[in-house]
């Protein structure tokens, strides 16, 4: 995969990392929530039939916070995850992160967002199978335009307990380890809301716990917060509050 690797020929806002946020007055004193829904709706429209995925949405999560979102089956989780990572819009409502409304945000700003302060991790299969663990989070850094690449990544990889792997590929880690490797590239790019769908969905107990520590070490040492969708009790126990959804809205 060829992917630029200049920093020098990329455009100065996006190595601006303070470009992508609003214009408080003074940063310190305005605490923009890290993720917000306000009164969001999305409905799926497909020839005449309609399915109402999100009626009503409203959800704060702060910098800093790891959140559970557990819920049945088609309550909306999912849809939730695609509209906080601008991967899809909402039919009515705002979707706002860190004082901005997605909703505002220009086709280049959006893709600041969703290479810069945005990371998903996926219940698995998140990585480049013919990369190493370490080009695997480099090549998330360059898209995201960081300079030193290699090293950044080398140096995430070491902090999450991979640095000895740091050149096997996907297949030759274990789920948990590449687990680890995508959060790693998530705290290398120093992403402010980390979407984790189902992430320890496949993995055994002793798994389980060392992603959950590590996403722990997301929000404690880089202050991200954390969205962890799961269905798993003891990793919604693992964290600071858990938000049911059903039929669309938050469970009162
Ligand atoms: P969950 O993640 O909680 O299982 P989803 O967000 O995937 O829920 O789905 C919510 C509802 O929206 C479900 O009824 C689902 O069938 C529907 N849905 C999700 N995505 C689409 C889509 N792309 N087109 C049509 N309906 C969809």
């Known amino acids: 995969m060829e992917l630029s690797s200049s920093a020098e020929d990329e455009p100065a806002r996006l190595l601006d990392p303070e470009s992508f946020y609003a214009e408080p007055e003074s940063p310190t004193e305005i605490d923009w929530g890290a993720l917000e829904f306000h009164d969001v709706f999305k409905i799926y429209r497909s020839g005449s039939a309609e399915t109402v995925a999100l009626r009503g949405l409203d959800l704060r999560i702060e910098q800093g916070e790891m959140v559970a979102v557990i819920g049945p089956s088609g309550s909306g989780k999912s849809t939730m ?4 990572a601008a991967l899809d819009t909402p039919s009515a409502g705002d979707v706002r992160s860190l004082g901005r409304s997605l909703a505002q945000l220009d086709e280049s700003d959006l893709a600041d967002y969703r290479a810069r302060q945005v990371a998903i991790v996926f219940q698995g299969d998140n ?4 990369l190493s663990a370490r080009e695997n989070v480099a090549t998330t850094l360059r898209m995201a335009g960081h300079g030193g690449a290699e090293q950044a990544a080398s ?12 050149h096997l590929r996907p297949a030759e880690l274990s789920g948990g380890e590449q687990q ?4 790693a590239a998530a705290a290398a790019r120093e992403a402010r809301l980390v979407l984790a769908d189902e992430p320890t969905g496949e993995l055994d107990e002793a798994n389980e716990s ?7 070490e997301l929000r404690d040492e880089h202050g991200s917060a954390v969205v962890v969708v799961t269905h798993a009790e003891r990793v919604a126990g693992a964290c600071d509050r858990v938000v049911a959804i059903r039929d669309g809205r938050v469970e009162q």
């Open 127 to 130: 990585l480049w199978p013919a």
């Open 155 to 166: 140096q995430a990889l070491a902090t999450f307990g991979l640095g000895k792997r740091e």
């Open 210 to 216: 060392i992603v959950l520590e590590s996403l722990r």
């Open 81 to 84: 995850l695609a509209l906080a």
């Open 180 to 183: 680890r490797v995508a959060i």
